[in-house]
């Protein structure tokens, strides 16, 4: 007579399930890891963005929230001047094409320690975002770190444009960018932070806009100014 345990080949095929679950978990923690370097550093964004039609220009407004990492905070107290870039493009729909690039422009800001005044420097250059080849408009002085980058966090009227460059009504979108340039640094300094996530400091926006015809200065703007 004969006998069969069929509980033996199903123990047989325990280790196997188990194994595969062990290998999922592995491959899931590894791409959960590789998400975490590719991910970028959350240290700053757009908490508001509005644009609009005033007299014979397009003006830009936005509100940013930053934070200094460590890192460099530490540059900037060694010296090294830091450049950040505004930009922003404006591109009109186009069913039967690729949309058109309207608006370009960029702006940029250098944020710096005076070491034997303890107090810190803002400079607001023109469309260049060379440090060496921007027009400065304004410069502000600091007496901390927190005041410099909270006047760094706003962007107010802004122009970007002539009122003519866009067509009131039309369907448009808005791509805008805040970013830190590591391409402003001294060159041995940016190969000591090459790929330190500390260092990549950016902040983007894309919506939908759409501009009503121009209006004055002081009258209230419009719901169609504020996408």
Same mark, same amino acid.
């Given at each position: 007579?004969?006998?069969?345990?069929?509980?033996?080949?199903?123990?047989?095929?325990?280790?196997s399930?188990?194994?595969?679950?062990?290998?999922?978990?592995a491959?899931?923690?590894?791409?959960? @890891?590789?998400?975490?370097?590719?991910?970028?550093?959350? *240290?700053?964004?757009v908490?508001? %963005?509005r644009?609009?039609?005033?007299d014979e220009?397009?003006?830009l407004?936005?509100?940013?929230?930053?934070?200094?990492?460590?890192p460099v905070?530490?540059?900037?107290?060694?010296?090294?001047?830091?450049?950040?870039v505004a930009?922003?493009?404006?591109?009109?729909?186009? @069913?039967? @094409?690729?949309?058109?690039?309207?608006v370009q422009?960029?702006?940029?800001?250098? %944020?710096?320690?005076?070491?034997?005044?303890?107090?810190?420097?803002?400079?607001?250059g023109?469309a260049?975002t060379?440090a060496?080849g921007?027009?400065?408009? %304004?410069?502000?002085?600091?007496d901390s770190?927190n005041?410099?980058?909270?006047?760094?966090?706003?962007?107010?009227? @802004?122009?970007i *444009?002539?009122a003519?460059?866009?067509?009131?009504?039309a369907?448009?979108?808005?791509?805008f960018?805040?970013?830190?340039d590591?391409g402003?640094?001294?060159?041995?300094?940016?190969?000591?932070?090459?790929?330190?996530?500390?260092?990549q400091?950016? *902040?983007e926006?894309?919506q939908?806009?759409?501009?009503?015809?121009?209006?004055?200065?002081?009258?209230?703007?419009?719901?169609?100014?504020r996408?």
């Amino acid at each position: 007579m004969v006998f069969f345990t069929p509980c033996c080949k199903r123990g047989r095929a325990e280790p196997s399930r188990s194994l595969s679950i062990a290998v999922s978990l592995a491959l899931a923690l590894l791409l959960l @890891w590789l998400g975490l370097l590719a991910a970028p550093l959350r *240290a700053a964004e757009v908490s508001q %963005l509005r644009v609009e039609r005033i007299d014979e220009g397009i003006y830009l407004s936005a509100g940013l929230q930053l934070e200094v990492p460590q890192p460099v905070e530490d540059a900037l107290l060694k010296g090294i001047a830091l450049i950040f870039v505004a930009e922003v493009e404006i591109y009109r729909e186009r @069913w039967y @094409w690729t949309d058109k690039r309207v608006v370009q422009a960029s702006r940029s800001m250098r %944020l710096a320690y005076q070491p034997l005044t303890r107090r810190w420097r803002l400079s607001l250059g023109g469309a260049d975002t060379s440090a060496q080849g921007a027009r400065v408009n %304004l410069v502000q002085q600091f007496d901390s770190l927190n005041e410099a980058v909270s006047a760094l966090e706003s962007l107010a009227r @802004w122009r970007i *444009a002539d009122a003519a460059d866009i067509e009131p009504g039309a369907a448009h979108v808005m791509e805008f960018r805040f970013r830190l340039d590591p391409g402003q640094l001294p060159r041995p300094f940016q190969i000591g932070i090459a790929g330190q996530k500390d260092w990549q400091i950016v *902040a983007e926006r894309r919506q939908s806009l759409r501009l009503p015809p121009a209006r004055r200065a002081g009258e209230p703007a419009a719901e169609g100014s504020r996408p």
